[in-house]
């Protein structure tokens, strides 16, 4: 299979001798950031050390990047900010490489569908979550707004004090797409939002063709940033009404323009692979009565493939 791609590699750089030093440039990145992180904290073993408490909250902020969240952090939470590293650069990637043990007595809340067996199988991969994990909470196939096109943080939220497990994992979407922030993203003058799909997003802001591009790069960084906050803000909520340690931390980055790259996905970069590890500090850690969130256990879910696809389709991967 090596000599095959190797093959096809040279026939494509005699055919187009223009993307020879663009491709290694881009290999030689991935190498050189690959080899920079082998000495620096994993975020697996930060993980998998957090884990041996008897209870905790692990809240995920999906396409969380480092930098932006320690710009914005301070102004909802209080607590210790360290950078941790992962080699896995989509939702998919981490969780097979994160969660490759058995974990019988972890509860993960999910908001997006990235983590069924469906998905999976799907794309051809052995992994499936449900062999790792007794307990999912697939929150995404009751509580998704189809009008935004994601679960809404707040629901997010609510999910987990209705089912409050003592060790359980929090995915939320944001701030991941779609930007559902204060500050998102038109199409027109009269303010409609974009369209149901992501991939118009996708397409204008030049992931797939720079030659598409119609929203700038400032525009998108500003969007995302708005996305950050309204999930920093339900995140402070739920911590409120917590009584067990929490950190906060991503599944990878985000490109936002940094090398013509948009989104997620792909070779290693330091914006997609440097993530915050936030340990939120105990002073606001259950500040707050959650005596009127009546606890439900949510797990066992029933869902179709196709509800699967239809959730995939709104994150903007189909």
Request: hydrophobic residues 30%.
């Amino acid at each position: 299979m090596r000599s095959d791609r190797a093959i096809d590699l040279l026939t494509e750089g005699f055919r187009s001798p223009d993307k020879i030093i663009p491709y290694l440039e881009k290999r030689y990145s991935a190498f050189k950031y690959g080899a920079s992180i082998l000495n620096r904290p994993h975020q697996k073993k930060s993980l998998h050390e957090f884990i041996q408490q008897d209870e905790f909250a692990i809240l995920i902020l999906d396409s969380c990047r480092f930098d932006y969240f320690q710009q914005e952090v301070g102004d909802f939470l209080d607590g210790d900010l360290k950078t941790v590293y992962t080699s896995a650069t989509a939702t998919k990637n981490y969780i097979q490489t994160v969660w490759d043990g058995s974990y019988p007595d972890l509860t993960y809340l999910t908001a997006l569908s990235a983590p069924t067996d469906h998905t999976f199988e799907r794309d051809g991969d052995d992994y499936r979550p449900s062999e790792h994990f007794d307990n999912f909470v697939h929150v995404w196939q009751n509580y998704e707004n189809k009008e935004l096109g994601a679960v809404p943080p707040e629901e997010m939220t609510k999910a987990a004090l209705r089912q409050n497990d003592d060790r359980m994992i929090v995915h939320y979407v944001q701030p991941h797409a779609p930007y559902i922030g204060d500050y998102r993203l038109r199409e027109d003058s009269d303010d409609t939002t974009w369209g149901e799909s992501l991939q118009d997003i996708y397409e204008r802001i030049g992931r797939y063709d720079l030659n598409d591009k119609t929203i700038s790069d400032e525009e998108l960084k500003k969007a995302y940033r708005s996305n950050l906050c309204r999930v920093l803000s339900s995140v402070r909520e739920l911590v409120s009404q917590l009584d067990r340690p929490v950190v906060v931390t991503a599944d990878h980055g985000e490109m936002l323009g940094e090398g013509g790259r948009y989104i997620h996905g792909g070779s290693p970069t330091e914006q997609l692979c440097t993530l915050p590890w936030f340990e939120v500090d105990e002073s606001i850690i259950g500040t707050t009565s959650s005596d009127n969130i009546e606890q439900v256990d949510q797990t066992g879910s029933d869902f179709t493939e196709q509800d699967v696809e239809e959730q995939l389709k709104d994150l903007g991967y189909l």
